[in-house]
């Protein structure tokens, strides 16, 4: 049997996004979304969902190049001048590690983000990251502390084997250590990740090879469906063809290769 998760990260960031999302799971694969709490559009998505009874709804936890859900005054020192959680993911990583105020400022974030997403009454499907910082131990272990607190079962493992190079290769001790931990907390995950490498960049053709290549393992596609970019997007993603990654979602071929492989399509719910 082959099983494949696809997620569309950044709900509620647009709502171009919105529509996107919407759509791909109505007329497409799109079988589960990852919610930005605090983002100008999160309200709406959250309407939208009642809707899509079948969409399994995660919380995308932010902890840069995003809105806080606290009030500043209560993280100053993860806001830069703009108010916005700060954008240097690597000064970031080694604040979190090396400076216990800081992670105490981490913890009070973290839970404003999963209470207001409890407030939802959305059954929460798993969790992952904004710009997979999860992978961070010390992200990781407050997110296993206050995720267990608010009902989590599954988290994303940002593993994708067909990522090569230095990069690739400097991160095995991390998923390693990650998958390890999970599995200790008796929390559920996908086994492998797909799209990481063509984040901005998935279209019809690669998603179908993708779909051709899927194994017995519990696979996860990660995407950033949009029908069109919107005015206040990352300038990091200014070159992002979100609106292919849609297409591709909901393209009569794409939906053909998971008819011809005998591919179920599930939410992290699924996971046995």
């Avoid at 593993?159 to 999970?182: E, Q, V, Y």
């Avoid at 005015?231 to 998971?258: S, V």
Wanted: hydrophobic residues 40%.
């Amino acid at each position: 049997m082959k099983n494949l998760i696809v997620t569309a990260d950044d709900f509620g960031i647009s709502k171009e996004v919105n529509d996107a999302v919407e759509s791909a799971h109505i007329n497409g694969i799109l079988t589960t979304t990852s919610l930005m709490v605090s983002e100008a559009f999160a309200a709406d998505a959250v309407k939208r969902t009642t809707m899509m009874p079948n969409l399994g709804v995660g919380l995308h936890v932010a902890l840069s190049r995003a809105r806080p859900t606290s009030p500043p005054s209560a993280i100053p020192d993860l806001i830069d001048k703009n108010g916005l959680l700060r954008r240097d993911l690597v000064g970031a990583g080694f604040r979190f590690f090396f400076l216990p105020h800081v992670r105490k400022q981490l913890e009070i974030e973290i839970t404003a983000q999963f209470e207001a997403f409890a407030k939802t009454d959305l059954r929460l499907d798993h969790v992952n990251a904004h710009n997979h910082l999860h992978l961070h131990p010390t992200v990781l272990s407050l997110i296993l502390k206050i995720g267990k607190q608010h009902g989590m079962k599954s988290v994303r493992l940002p593993i994708d084997p067909n990522t090569k190079g230095f990069g690739a290769a400097s991160l095995k001790p991390w998923l390693a250590l990650m998958k390890s931990r999970l599995r200790k907390h008796g929390i559920k995950h996908n086994d492998v990740l797909l799209g990481l490498g063509e984040t901005g960049s998935l279209n019809t053709k690669t998603l179908i090879s993708m779909i051709n290549g899927l194994s017995s393992q519990t696979a996860e596609l990660m995407c950033h469906p949009a029908t069109g970019p919107w005015a206040d997007m990352d300038p990091k993603a200014k070159n992002f063809r979100h609106d292919l990654e849609f297409k591709a979602l909901i393209d009569k071929e794409t939906l053909n290769a998971i008819y011809e492989n005998s591919v179920m399509l599930r939410a992290y719910r699924d996971i046995e």
